[in-house]
């Protein structure tokens, strides 16, 4: 079986910056959950807009991303796009619609899905991320946490393939943190986690990727790499102590 997601050799600088990517190659199976740890800057959701084509501006003809063994190239960018359900950073950046319901159904409708199919999706999506009854609420109004579940309602409304969330619990408070937590736990399919939420890692991902500066440096179980203290504070991580005795994805 193809990986669920597989990058060659992926290198990018910014007009004009430095290098935020600096040849980064792995793959991720079918089904499996994979955080991305590192520190600010080190790349992380740079990488991340390479894998449903939102980067490079230009999309080279040879491919450096596949999504389910499929080369992500100008041709092909549309509908491999469509596979990649990516969650922004900042779910201001995601949320365009002026109510709940016509942010969640921008997806789809773009996808040609009409009423009332659009509204039964949009309902499902909407229970699934425990925001029933939020159509007709505007999202600007909303929480941090409510923002980021009608970002990920919008997300799965798609039924994307790849799940691909950056810093999914990031400015929430840490029972927001726990309750986004379970609810990614609730998902099934391929997931792509970039984090600072240790917690998050060890309940929710079997193995790493570390970043820093750009290079990948280091892949691995959760557990292994999260326990090498000397390893995780050389790059600008913490060790998670009290985690570790946990049973891992308990
Ligand atoms: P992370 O998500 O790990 O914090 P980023 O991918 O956001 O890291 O950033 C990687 C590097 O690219 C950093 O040096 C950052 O300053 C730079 N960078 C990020 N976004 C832009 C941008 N839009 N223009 C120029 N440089 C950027
Ligand atoms: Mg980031």
Redesign the pocket.
Known sequence: MNPAIEVRHLSYS?PG??R?LDDVTFAVAQGECVGVL??????????LLHLNGLLPERLPEQPKVWIAGEPLTRDTAERVRQRVGLLF?DPDDQLIAPTVFDDVAFGPRQLGVAEPELERLVQDCLRMVGLEGFERRQPHRLSQGEKRRVCLAGVLACKPAVLVL?EPTGGLDPRGRREFKRLLQTLPGTKLV?THDLELVVDLCSRVLV?DQ?RLVREGPTIEVLSDEPFMLEHGLEKPHALLHRHPHG
């Open positions: 910014y910056g430095r935020a590192g520190p600010n800057g080190a790349g992380k959701s740079t990488l950073q950056d970039a970043l750009g």
